[in-house]
Nanobody, 117 residues
């Protein structure tokens, strides 16, 4: 069983910054991909950023240049540094960890990010 613990969400003014963290524990053998998604009520969950085991990353167009994803393999932790936040970044942010060899995809409980304009 895999446990994902997220932290770092909160309320921030537009233009501010937040850093999200997601620590994975339990049955962690070989993480293929770590990602952050977000969801607002009434809309589908969308991919914000992901990073692979070799460090390659990609971002949604809406966050490019403002958000940075990184990972600490030794700690099985993924981070999302969010700068120049906008009201439209308000959402619940979810961490996702994939272990392809086992066919596992696990989700965190979500952390609320609210950006006031």
């Amino acid at each position: 069983q895999v446990q994902l613990v997220e932290s770092g969400g909160g309320l921030v003014q537009a233009g501010g910054s937040l850093r999200l963290s997601c620590a994975a524990s339990g049955s962690i053998f070989s993480i293929t991909r770590m990602a952050w998604y977000r969801q607002v009520p009434g809309k589908q969950r969308e991919l914000v950023a992901h990073i692979t085991s070799d460090g390659s990353s990609d971002y949604a167009d809406s966050v490019k240049g403002r958000f940075t994803i990184s990972r600490d393999n030794a700690k099985n932790t993924v981070y999302l540094q969010m700068n120049s936040l906008k009201a439209e970044d308000t959402a619940v942010y979810y961490c996702n960890v994939v272990q392809s060899y086992y066919g596992w995809s696990n989700w965190g409980q979500g952390t609320q990010v609210t950006v006031s304009s």
